[in-house]
């Protein structure tokens, strides 16, 4: 499960989607950050549509808001508090837009016995917790 985060530098004073209003806005090409500024911000005319820059790489991205260039980078949760979290940049998550995706695993069609196999590996890493640590060492 996975929401959007909007990243920001550290000493910005986003902390609310209103305050996005009238920003410059940058997201990942082809994703639900680029979906949800378009739908939210964009068609309700809260941003004009050449605020919203639109980059395949994510850490091209995440530079634009570093230098300045781009005010917030809505991007999935577990790619924001990375970058959040690095004591590389100066960037901090200002709020959480809950959008709950799921993420999924692709697999061949046809095939059960790796599909309950995974799931049944999926469900025990979730009851000993194995599943949270690997996220929150890896993701948040």
């Known amino acids: 499960m ?16 209103e305050d996005l209003y009238g920003k410059k806005i940058i ?17 309700t005319n809260k941003i004009e549509a050449d605020d919203h820059t639109k980059f395949a790489d994510v850490p091209a991205a995440v530079l634009t808001v570093e230098n300045g260039q781009q005010d917030a980078f809505v991007v999935d949760t577990p790619v924001a508090w990375k970058y959040a ?15 709950m ?11 059960p ?5 995974m799931d049944d590996a999926i469900a025990e890493m979730i009851a000993d917790g194995t599943l949270e640590e690997i996220m929150l060492r890896w993701l948040i």
């Open 27 to 43: 997201t990942q090409l082809g994703t639900t950050g680029q979906y949800w500024v378009d739908t939210n911000l964009v068609d």
């Open 85 to 99: 979290n690095d004591t590389a940049y100066n960037l901090k998550v200002g709020f959480i837009i809950y959008t």
């Open 101 to 111: 995706e799921q993420y999924g695993i692709l697999i061949p069609q046809g095939e």
């Open 113 to 117: 016995e790796l599909k309950k196999a």
């Open 2 to 17: 996975a929401n959007q985060a909007v990243l920001v530098k550290e000493s910005s004073t986003i902390a609310s989607i």
